[in-house]
């Protein structure tokens, strides 16, 4: 089975990166966006352990290691 | 008195450390591989910078799980002296023996630059001897040195003084322009609530000697040597 895992910067936390290219899109003559937070995607490979095993083993994962949750939040989607 | 000096693959400020404490100041130092899960025997802990794992994930995220971090936490536990610089300093936030966490620097650029920081708290084992007030003049290199913790953590952090260092100019004064990454509150530096692990960004190391540009950083292993002396090592 595969899952999908977003890490995202915490409202709040600034982001230079999505400040810049927030700053240079209208250089490019893109106009009307109004923000841009830059984050993570990653994908990963499971064993087929079911949908809930999975959803508990990779919590874990993105508590422990993946996310740092003092700045950032993580959203799974499991696909199977 | 012993100091263990942490490396990992990827730590580049291991042997500065080392040169530091041996040659410079005649301690006795050793390095201690990641993977050691002990730090028997040793009085003090310093970690110095660097790229430790290649700063994979995040700088510190990978490092923190070695089996020397588990014996860190013990003796930062246990009230032993713990520096940790730069890489160091990320690696004891990833950790959790520091609150708070380290974002890219405002300016997304790597600085490398002397930095003047006033120190606010004699209470570490590293500002022993140096008055609150004074500014040392010590250099930053880094990329991912704009310190962040929420408004909650901060005032926590301001209550208990454990911001240890903030960057200043050369009179002192916490300004904007001599914030060299964004961060919070001009945070150089912190330490935890027992006082005894210091965090911070500058790199003391690099300032030893007056051929290599000043001897301010020079003050902080002066004060672990008496906080040592005085705890009877």
């Known amino acids: 089975m595969k899952a999908k895992i977003y890490v995202t910067l915490k409202k709040g936390v600034l982001d230079p990166q999505g400040k810049v290219i927030l700053s240079s899109l209208p250089n490019m003559g893109i106009e009307g966006v109004e923000d841009v937070r830059v984050g993570k995607y990653m994908e990963v490979v499971l064993k087929d352990l079911g949908r809930e095993k999975a959803q508990l083993l990779l919590d874990d994962a993105c508590r422990q290691l993946l996310a740092n949750t003092v700045i950032e939040d993580y959203r799974i989607e499991i696909n199977e | ?233």
Request: hydrophobic share 40%.
């Open chain 2, 1 to 233: 008195m012993k100091t263990a000096i942490l490396t990992f693959p990827g730590s580049t400020c291991d042997h500065d450390a080392s040169f530091a404490l041996k040659d410079v100041m005649g301690l006795d130092a050793e390095f201690v591989w990641h993977n050691q899960s002990s730090l028997e025997g040793f009085d003090a802990v310093v970690i110095f910078g660097g790229a430790s794992y290649g700063d994979y994930l995040r700088p510190g995220a990978i490092a923190k799980l070695s089996p020397v971090m588990a014996a860190v936490r013990r003796f930062a536990d246990g009230g032993g002296p713990v520096i940790g610089v730069c890489n160091g300093f990320q690696i004891l936030l990833e950790s959790g023996v520091l609150p708070g966490a380290m974002i890219v620097n405002e300016s997304l650029r790597f600085v490398c630059e002397d930095a003047s920081v006033k120190v606010e708290a004699d209470r570490t084992p590293f500002t022993r001897v140096i008055a609150p007030g004074k500014v040392l003049r010590i250099p930053v290199a880094h990329r991912q040195g704009n310190y962040f913790a929420d408004p909650a953590t901060l005032a926590a952090l301001e209550e208990r003084r454990q911001v240890v260092f903030r960057y200043c100019d050369a009179k002192g004064n916490v300004t904007a322009a001599s914030n060299p990454n964004g961060s919070v509150g001009n945070i150089a530096g912190i330490c935890n609530e027992a006082g005894n692990v210091l965090g911070m960004m500058p790199h003391p190391e690099r300032r030893v000697e007056r051929e290599l540009g000043g001897t301010d950083g020079k003050l902080l292993f002066d004060s672990m040597i008496v906080w040592l002396k005085e705890k009877g090592k």
